[in-house]
């Protein structure tokens, strides 16, 4: 039996989060999943799947191109939202917030860490922009797979990480017959308050 009390009394819901997080990453095939949704310049609203690779000091940490469309986006508005769906555990959740560049440091060391021609594919992507075929992105990445082969590839400099900084995290809780647990923390004055939703 889930000890539901436990959720509404804690003081920041980011400690919830990286606990579900971790027990995504144990259970469930695709953990890292996450769908980011940004305000488009028309007015509209954008989604798209990414991986969340870690919380960083209390701010969950993704990867982009800082030139794709969902970059442009968030230099124009950094509010955004994201959301979780676990089928293995049951869970779900979502946070809003906004986003800031994270370090160089942090996005480089993260950069290096990543298998080689995970970095080639990287460094030679024009995110979002349009490549005439499937042959000259082959052909680009093979070029590429071969100048660095010896050297390794250099840190892209439009590429890199963005923290989420939120001000609204809910967790939901699938339960029998659809009664399912929702909790809802809204970050207010700089402390976190907490209500029971209805599902």
Not at 136 to 141: R, T
Not at 153 to 167: I, K, M, Q, R, S
Not at 181 to 198: A, H, I, P, S, T
Request: net charge negative; charged share 30%.
């Amino acid at each position: 039996m889930t000890d539901y009390k436990n959720y509404l009394e804690t003081d920041n819901p980011i400690h919830v989060f990286e606990k579900w997080f971790k027990e995504a990453l144990e259970v469930e095939d695709n953990g890292y999943y996450f769908t980011l949704s940004t305000v488009a310049k028309d007015g509209g609203v954008n989604a798209r799947t990414l991986l969340l690779k870690k919380v960083h000091e209390g701010k969950p940490l993704f990867f982009t191109n800082y030139n794709s469309v969902k970059a442009e986006e968030l230099e124009e508005n950094n509010h955004m939202a994201m959301t979780f769906y676990w089928d293995k555990l049951g869970k779900q959740v979502r946070i809003r917030g906004t986003v800031t560049k994270a370090p160089r440091e942090v996005s480089e060391n993260y950069f290096k860490s990543r298998g080689f021609e995970s970095q080639v594919a990287s460094f030679i992507s024009n995110q979002s922009s349009p490549v005439k075929d499937r042959e000259q992105l082959e052909n680009e990445f093979s070029k590429a797979r071969d100048l660095y082969a010896e050297s390794g590839v250099p840190y892209p400099e439009n590429w890199g990480g963005y923290l989420v900084e939120p001000y609204e995290i809910t967790f939901f809780i699938y339960g029998d017959h659809r009664l399912n647990d929702r909790f809802q923390f809204q970050l207010k004055d700089g402390k976190w308050e907490n209500q029971r939703l209805y599902p």
